[in-house]
């Protein structure tokens, strides 16, 4: 089984996530939400490619891989024996214009 490793990037926003999360829902909503991410991402370790490539989807020269679990897309790349968890981003964030320096054009009416 891949060994686990995570990015300064995560750990920040997960440091926040909990804050958010603590401060409008309460410890209860917060230890839920923890636990699907932490259960997904330890799924990674034994199914590395349960995730979407990004190459492949959005057409973007990079190794990167997501998931999508309790409302954040956490993002990550494999290597031969570790799988690196690179960074977490609510379903809010335009994490294409974050990640990627990509905006997404909006049709206008």
Known sequence: MKKLAYSPHYKEKIVKLRKYLDFHFGTQVRRKVFKEIDERIHLLQRFES??????????????????????????????????????IYNEREDFMQKMFGIELVKDDE
């Open 50 to 87: 349960m995730g979407i490539s990004i190459r492949e989807v959005y057409d973007i020269d990079c190794d990167y891989f997501c998931v999508y679990v309790a409302k954040n897309y956490v993002f990550y790349r494999v290597d031969s024996d570790t799988v690196y968890i690179v960074n």
